[in-house]
């Protein structure tokens, strides 16, 4: 089975801190993603990654970076943590090619407190 | 991509069919229809897709229309684990993003 592991399920952070998310999958996916889910917002695409070191923005990309120096792991950044980017993060990947780049396999989550 | 709409939410006994309806009447000739779940306090899973034939697999079937303008998730026999919130996707083919709206809150009930 696909295993996309998040390396802390639950985080308290105060206001300024960075904040590092990790995310690593385990079956060579190409494709990896970052999302946050927001009780009546639904899941927001931040950044996703086609290849090692590439890196988009999604929706909602403002206050966050990435960084992808190997295939399998891809880490979220906040430099800056703030109250609004209290949330539940979570991390996807997906092989590429056609109908299987949106078969998507989801970690856990990481909820993220922000005081 | 094309929106897609979905009841909020829905009631199901256990053992009996789910059938779980999505129309996405913008949706366009290369653009894919995926499902996904999201069980409480879990991150979504993966239940299937489909271009325009009907797809079936150990989870769910899946029945796209013929002018392809609405599709059903069918989970044939329902239990109690399948109670979740169930998201229609629409994707262009090629494209990376895959948006999720608010789905269908699926109750199976005992």
Same mark, same amino acid.
């Given at each position: 089975?696909?295993?996309?592991?998040?390396?802390?399920?639950?985080?308290?952070?105060?206001?300024?801190?960075?904040?590092f998310?990790e995310c690593?999958?385990?079956?060579?996916?190409?494709?990896?993603?970052?999302?946050?889910?927001?009780?009546?917002?639904?899941?927001?695409?931040?950044?996703?990654?086609?290849?090692?070191?590439?890196?988009?923005?999604?929706?909602?990309?403002?206050?966050y970076?990435?960084?992808?120096?190997?295939?399998?792991?891809?880490?979220?950044?906040?430099?800056?943590?703030?109250?609004?980017?209290?949330?539940?993060?979570?991390?996807?990947?997906?092989?590429?090619?056609?109908?299987?780049?949106?078969?998507?396999?989801?970690?856990?989550g990481?909820?993220l407190t922000?005081? | 991509?094309?929106?897609?709409?979905?009841?909020?939410?829905?009631?199901?006994?256990?053992?009996?069919?789910?059938?779980?309806?999505?129309?996405?009447?913008?949706?366009?000739?290369?653009?894919?229809v995926?499902?996904?779940?999201?069980i409480?306090?879990?991150?979504?899973?993966?239940?299937?897709?489909?271009?325009?034939?009907?797809?079936?697999?150990?989870?769910?079937?899946?029945?796209?229309?013929? &002018?392809? @303008?609405? #599709?059903?998730?069918?989970?044939p026999?329902? %239990?109690? !684990?399948?109670?979740?919130?169930?998201y229609?996707?629409?994707?262009?083919?090629? &494209?990376? @993003?895959? #948006?999720?709206?608010?789905?269908?809150?699926? %109750?199976? !009930?005992?």
């Amino acid at each position: 089975d696909v295993k996309v592991t998040q390396s802390s399920r639950y985080l308290v952070k105060r206001t300024g801190e960075k904040v590092f998310l990790e995310c690593v999958q385990d079956m060579d996916h190409e494709n990896m993603f970052w999302y946050r889910q927001d009780p009546g917002l639904g899941l927001r695409l931040i950044y996703f990654s086609y290849d090692v070191k590439m890196k988009e923005k999604g929706d909602i990309p403002e206050g966050y970076s990435v960084s992808r120096e190997k295939k399998e792991r891809f880490s979220l950044i906040l430099e800056s943590a703030s109250t609004n980017q209290t949330s539940m993060y979570l991390c996807a990947s997906s092989l590429f090619g056609s109908g299987r780049t949106g078969e998507l396999f989801f970690g856990e989550g990481s909820r993220l407190t922000v005081l | 991509d094309a929106k897609t709409t979905q009841p909020p939410s829905m009631d199901c006994a256990e053992g009996r069919a789910a059938n779980l309806p999505c129309n996405h009447s913008t949706i366009s000739g290369n653009e894919y229809v995926y499902w996904y779940r999201q069980i409480h306090s879990q991150g979504p899973q993966y239940i299937i897709h489909g271009l325009k034939n009907n797809e079936t697999n150990e989870m769910a079937s899946l029945i796209i229309t013929e &002018d392809r @303008k609405s #599709s059903t998730l069918i989970l044939p026999h329902a %239990t109690l !684990r399948d109670t979740a919130v169930y998201y229609c996707i629409v994707r262009v083919v090629n &494209d990376y @993003k895959l #948006s999720f709206g608010a789905g269908t809150t699926v %109750t199976v !009930r005992a």
